[in-house]
């Protein structure tokens, strides 16, 4: 008999692997699809070379020890670098004890969501928003409340609504920088404005920022964390979009106390993270002259940004409405109102061109006429060579 439980039988599979699967079930029959649905960093310029003399060095010091067990909280030099990483936000005053080495930014959301979702528990997101964190506040039985995005972050005053209306709020949960999906970022009137209703209305704030630095115009935004005077706000922070994602290196800043008690957390789940990927992400980012790659791949993804948007100027129907990003990985359009992305996938995958319907973001079943294209994995000739494809078959669609 399969294992049951009310709370496994609950877990659905998330909605983006369905495109995956799609994409898979083509590549078995020897077609090539164009995905523009991934999240991803683009793997030709994962560091491989440097990772390789790291780890020959790593051995070559630590012997064993590298791969003995080790503390719950993380790999220290790693923890004493991201103090000083974070100033690069605008955090300042914290020490190591402020830093929880996670497996990825998804396993601090999951903690955080373990210990703070009870029954009955709400977590309000930005609409539309990730889905693989909307998917791990369900799973841990929160309702998600969705706020409206605007062009400089969610609505202040909606949020406010939602706080007014609900008394037993686990956390509020933004991604400020170049948010996924919309690529927007929040103002810093907003972010300060969000500190202050988190401190009036008695919740936490879950920031999320795995693209903060991923910026085309150079400017790094102050993260919400850095105006936080309360102790409201824990601060996830991941290496998958800038050195690369299976390596799995993530971490939440919050005051000590709250550490401690996801420390307690992280002993009955995992016990630690990998040593190695802790000491290949330190050595990389404090030796391997991490800001050069990472300029690096931002004047790749800005030129592909670029060739993308130009596109879809001329090729999406009138009245499409763009988000030009500043950073991140992704442009989320809006087709004219009536269209419908999700049901013109079937159509537009026949030309063996993927995205993500808007629908996927939002649990509300809103946003039906938007989608999101990713351009970090595409080459600027294939963006050029299908998006106007993309555009044709977007046009073309009747219902
Ligand atoms: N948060 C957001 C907003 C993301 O887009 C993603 C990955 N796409 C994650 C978290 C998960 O990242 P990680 O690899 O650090 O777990």
């Not at 294992?3 to 039988?9: A, N, R």
């Not at 404090?286 to 790659?293: L, P, R």
């Not at 499409?320 to 159509?347: H, N, Q």
Request: hydrophobic fraction near 40%; proline fraction near 4%; charge should be negative.
């Amino acid at each position: 008999m399969a294992i049951h439980s009310k709370f496994l039988d609950a877990l659905t599979p998330s909605s983006i692997r369905s495109i995956t699967a799609k994409i898979r079930d083509k590549a078995k029959n020897g077609e090539t699809v164009i995905s523009f649905a991934g999240g991803l960093p683009s793997s030709e310029f994962f560091p491989v070379e440097d990772i390789k003399k790291i780890d020959a060095e790593i051995f070559s010091s630590e012997h064993g020890n590298a791969i003995q067990y080790a503390a719950s909280d993380g790999y220290d030099p790693l923890r004493e670098y991201l103090v000083e990483f974070m100033k690069r936000f605008g955090v300042e005053g914290i020490n190591y004890k402020n830093i929880l080495i996670t497996s990825g930014s998804q396993q601090g959301l999951a903690y955080l969501s373990k210990g703070l979702i009870t029954p009955g528990s709400v977590v309000i997101t930005e609409n539309p928003s990730y889905p693989g964190a909307l998917d791990t506040f369900n799973a841990y039985g929160a309702s998600v409340i969705g706020i409206d995005m605007e062009e400089d972050g969610m609505s202040m005053d909606k949020l406010e609504n939602v706080l007014k209306e609900n008394k037993n709020v686990a956390f509020i949960y933004t991604i400020a920088d170049f948010q996924n999906p919309m690529g927007v970022s929040m103002s810093v009137e907003k972010r300060k404005r969000l500190v202050e209703l988190a401190e009036e209305y008695d919740v936490f704030i879950v920031e999320d920022g795995p693209y903060s630095l991923l910026t085309f115009n150079g400017k790094v935004m102050p993260a919400v964390k850095s105006f936080d005077k309360y102790n409201r706000v824990i601060y996830s922070g991941s290496t998958s979009k800038t050195i690369a994602p299976g390596l799995r290196i993530g971490w939440l800043v919050a005051d000590e106390e709250s550490i401690q008690k996801l420390v307690y957390l992280k002993m009955r789940d995992d016990l630690q993270v990998n040593n190695i990927a802790q000491r290949q992400v330190y050595h990389y980012m404090k030796e391997y002259g991490f800001d050069e790659h990472l300029q690096q791949v931002i004047d790749v993804y800005r030129e592909r940004r670029d060739v993308m948007i130009d596109a879809i100027k001329a090729s999406f129907p009138e009245g499409t409405k763009i988000y030009k990003p500043e950073g991140g990985l992704f442009i989320w359009l809006e087709l004219p109102e009536g269209a419908d992305s999700m049901e013109m996938f079937d159509f537009v995958f026949q030309k063996n061109i993927a995205y993500v319907p808007g629908v996927f973001f939002c649990p509300d079943g809103s946003h039906k006429n938007a989608m999101r294209l990713n351009f970090s994995t595409t080459d600027k000739d294939t963006i050029a060579k299908y998006i106007p494809i993309l555009g044709e078959m977007i046009k073309a669609y009747k219902k």
